[in-house]
T-cell receptor, first 112, second 114 residues
């Protein structure tokens, strides 16, 4: 079963606007990662936030983590047409299997 | 190699035939994952390797699916007696260590069962 659930499922914005995607998860985690996928093929790692961190930045990306609410958000500022892709959160769970569990993703479209 | 390599990139097979999908992880990466993605859907976990052993194979959909990893490197995912519902993109990823590190993905194998 899916651990992470992203919302919205789809998001369409204009170039220059900010895009916010959310991820909720169910069990305790060691870390949460965000990935990007173009054209339904390989995923590219964007950013990792550990369970003891609350916020992390990387370029135009800002990720927050609220372990009390079991949720995370990914903010892309000043979006560009090239940011059009699907974005997935993935969680590494505490204990048990070391597998990374992915959500269903948010499909972002940035219109020029 | 420079990245995770998967072969073939595309495979069309007839229903009932067996297929083998190959994954070459990044050299030195001990963890290796297989995922399946149907059109427009999320990633479905299949199996995870640490070295040559598979501590978690809970995502394999049926006993028609099996995977092995040899020499702590190359992995093969085998699907026997393929069915149309097996059609999907099969993605492989590797990482240096399972916990708290990023996974590097291959470009996937698009499997079509006709």
């Amino acid at each position: 079963s899916q651990q992470g659930e992203e919302d919205p499922q789809a998001l369409s914005i204009q170039e220059g606007e900010n895009a916010t995607m959310n991820c909720s998860y169910k069990t305790s985690i060691n870390n949460l990662q965000w990935y990007r996928q173009n054209s339904g093929r390989g995923l590219v790692h964007l950013i990792l936030i550990r369970s003891n961190e609350r916020e992390k930045h990387s370029g135009r990306l800002r990720v927050t983590l609220d372990t009390s609410k079991k949720s995370s958000s990914l903010l892309i500022t000043a979006s560009r047409a090239a940011d059009t892709a699907s974005y997935f959160c993935a969680t590494g769970t505490q204990g048990g299997s070391e597998k990374l569990v992915f959500g269903k993703g948010t499909k972002l479209t940035v219109n020029p | 190699g420079a990245g995770v390599s998967q072969s073939p990139s595309n495979k069309v097979t007839e229903k009932g035939k067996d297929v083998e999908l190959r994954c070459d992880p990044i050299s030195g990466h001990t963890a290796l994952y297989w995922y399946r993605q149907s059109l427009g859907q999320g990633l479905e976990f299949l199996i995870y390797f640490q070295g040559n052993s598979a501590p978690d194979k809970s995502g394999l959909p049926s006993d028609r699916f099996s995977a092995e990893r040899t020499g702590g490197s190359v992995s093969t995912l085998t699907i026997q007696r393929t069915q149309q519902e097996d059609s999907a993109v099969y993605l492989c990823a590797s990482s240096l260590a399972p916990k708290g590190t990023e996974a590097f993905f291959g470009q996937g194998t698009r499997l079509t069962v006709v």
